[in-house]
DNA sequence: GTGAAAGCGCTAACAA
DNA sequence: TTGTTAGCGCTTTCAC
């Protein structure tokens, strides 16, 4: 029995006698045998591996679409290798270019915006690639990413729905992100459908962590009197406003409304807050199955997906 | 020039006359030459990737000792393959016999409770191993844990301090969570230190997920005025208690106590309520060093860590 | 101090 | 249908 058998059964191949794949079947049984994935890769020039890079670890953003991801690709026989970049691009060359040398099976980058150093190492590694939630043009890799807008406008509906008409945004940065100048064209969208003139003190200018949420809270509650809500760009904004409603001893839906631009961590998906936002583990699963293809037919067109479904909590 | 010098330069050996090394040097940058890791691997037997084996990506207690593992093996030119277990033995075992067919570098299991099947699986993999916060007497591997005793006594303590002399502890299943025992152990311990007896009806038996906290807390609190305070073995559990408390109107401090045995997200880490436990990121740094000495010293003896520092804060 | 040759464990092309 | 051969890109002897 030479080894040109035994891999021809391993890999199932077709001319394969199947007494003498089952013979072989047999002894790998018996033996135990695994075959090595490394020179496995070395000839295929492929290793069963693909690099996500994320920009923070510890934000659930990152951690829900993840999940997705890996669920997706382990079903496969993928391995997924994490880089927690910090949003540093140097680092995430670094990452990428480790990838290529280990001929990685594809890269899922989603930190939000690529640099064109990133973009320029990307296409050099010659890995397949899916760009996760990075709105950004471009002519080479495919990509995918949520309905921001859509987000924005769900969440401010919820709210004109229960009768606000005075609602406030806290907005990210909206130069460097794209996806929360997304979320706030939802809510100017939203709030013009309905008639309700946006002033500009109404927008206020937060950056997405949680001491801007708590200081526009701070300026915009002062005084309120019931009618006015918040439509928080992200969660983490939500948390600060929602501990200085707290501290003055505000209570929800009675002295203020509020709803977020996307999906809280799990553990406070039945809160007491609205929220519409993409769903970010089922984003990461569909990027996981886009890579898979373009894996599986490298000279498949480039898409470009938008992915639609909302999950919309009402509480 | 031959293949050999070039691999004696890029893998700075001794033999090498310096003008030769300068030249290939040159070559080397002038070509962007990178060695290719994979076929490294198959000639020393390893590849620089360390599994690490979660329970739930979306859990920050994984995700923060995660962070901390990351950046020391980053450093070190390893990189990271995360494993999302789902707590599931079964699949746990399929990715150390991943892990070993790649002939990774290490692998550092944290998901808690190993099975004898996952003990024998790594002991199989001929893998450095470092279990991190898998309580479990082992002669195999090296292992490193926090201090969740000293949590639990600090978080009760603080109470006390305060003045606190009723305070119930909602547990977690404290024989399959060893981390969970040892906190409730602490808990005993500081008040029994205090001189408060503990009835029985006080250690109210959760399953560390958010709607015990809440129920248990409809339990506790209803009726209380003010001088009850709960330690929550986890901060999932204390999510439902607040919930709970906060839907009843009742303000912490003033209605009642709260505090956590354990690190709660990052951007929970300035709330109200009081917190004492190991500091996750510290471990996982912990165990990376460990994982990297007896990747370095495979003859080294084995140690078993217990981290002590705690992250204590109080309101 | 350097080069030539062997070989890691597999797959792919070709020959039988 | 099976076996033989070459070779993936490197490291590691072992001569020179």
Redesign the pocket.
Known sequence: ????????V??NA????P???ERVMQAVQKLG?Q??IL??G???GMLPMVLVIVGDIQNHFFTQALAGIEATLEEQGFMVVVFDSGYEHEREVTSIQMAKTCRFAGIIPMTGFASDKVTQALRESDCPVVLLNCHRENRFFDQIFGDDYGAGYSATNALLQRGYQKIYHFSGNSVESFISAERERGYRQAMEEAGVPVTEDMVCQGNLRQDSGFLLAQRCLEGETGKAAICCNNFLMCLGAMSYAQQRGMVMWKDYGMAICEQPPVFYQDSEFIYAGPKLQEIGKAAAQLLLERINQPDKERTSIRFSPLDVYLP
């Open positions: 029995m030479s080894k040109s058998t035994v891999s021809r391993i890999n077709p001319n394969v006698k007494e003498t794949r045998y075959p090595d020179a496995r070395m000839i295929t």
